[in-house]
């Protein structure tokens, strides 16, 4: 793989770099699935270990050493692929960030599959209702990574886990956790909720509620297929998904605090209610 060197931002090999907002990325021309950005090294190679395929590289001359372990690897997998170098006020220019964590890699989106085919064998599995804070997207997904979780669901409003900088938060883990869409609609739990069910899940939404019960509770430790309900940032999960749910279950709190962010109270759901057969 040669590095390509390129002083002008106009250059029409940059266009998938070029300011595209996200949701636009997934129905790039000439893709089956569309594309998607990924951010660092970190992520580009973890999602090259999940099998899925980079069209090209652009970074910054300062990142090329750092990212030269890519590099190196992808000119196995296909010499063909490129890898354009630019200066700083080129890559300013082109994708409108001022500073990244490493170089991006134009990153072809697979396609999504089945709930039922994601959560196969898995015996705790979240669900993340309506969170739009990619800052929030990521963390969980990170914290599904590392405390066990075996598949995470994401509903129709959802940030999308691919988005550059969900996937950045993520540490990539965005590659290593299986995911999938649950609900075709906003309410998605009408027909999500059920599906569970008929996968094996009991459902156990994370809320304050008079009927609550402490994520302590031995009842839940000894549920073989769980499924943990989260929900958005401010508002939390809806009364329909609450009400359609198994379990009603609250963290303990101290001093007063009523709830967690919700990557905060995802890390310790996940923890506290992990796997132990």
């Not at 250059?11 to 594309?35: I, K």
Request: charged content about 20%; some cysteine.
């Amino acid at each position: 793989m040669a590095l390509i060197e390129i002083d002008d931002p106009r250059d029409a090999r940059l266009d998938v770099f070029r300011r595209v907002p996200d949701a636009d990325l997934r129905s790039w021309p000439g893709t089956p699935h569309g594309m998607f950005i990924g951010e660092s090294d970190k992520v580009i190679g973890r999602a090259l270990d999940a099998g899925v395929t980079c069209a090209a590289l652009f970074m910054e001359r300062k990142w090329v050493r750092k990212t030269q372990p890519i590099i190196d690897r992808l000119q196995a997998i296909d010499p063909a692929v490129p890898a354009y170098v630019v200066d700083h006020a080129t890559f300013r220019a082109v994708t409108g960030y001022e500073v990244t964590r490493g170089a991006l890699g134009a990153l072809l989106r697979p396609a999504e599959p089945a709930v039922a085919d994601v959560v196969r064998g898995a015996h705790r599995i979240a669900v993340l209702e309506d969170i739009t804070n990619y800052t929030n997207i990521g963390a969980a997904f990170r914290s599904a990574a590392a405390l066990g979780i075996d598949a995470v669901l994401v509903t129709p409003s959802c940030h999308d886990p691919l988005f550059r900088r969900a996937a950045r938060v993520s540490m990539g883990t965005v590659f290593q956790v299986p995911w999938a869409r649950i609900g075709t609609v906003q309410d998605w739990a009408a027909e999500g909720i059920p599906l569970l069910h008929e996968l094996g899940f009991q459902t156990a939404a994370l809320a304050l509620s008079d009927d609550s019960v402490s994520i302590e509770d031995e009842r839940l430790h000894a549920i073989d297929r769980l499924a943990l309900v989260l929900g958005t940032e401010g508002d939390g999960l809806s009364a329909a998904t609450i009400a359609q749910c198994d379990w009603t279950v609250r963290i303990p709190m101290s001093h007063q605090v009523d709830s967690l962010n919700v990557a905060a109270a995802s890390a310790v759901a996940f923890w506290e209610l992990r796997w132990r057969g």
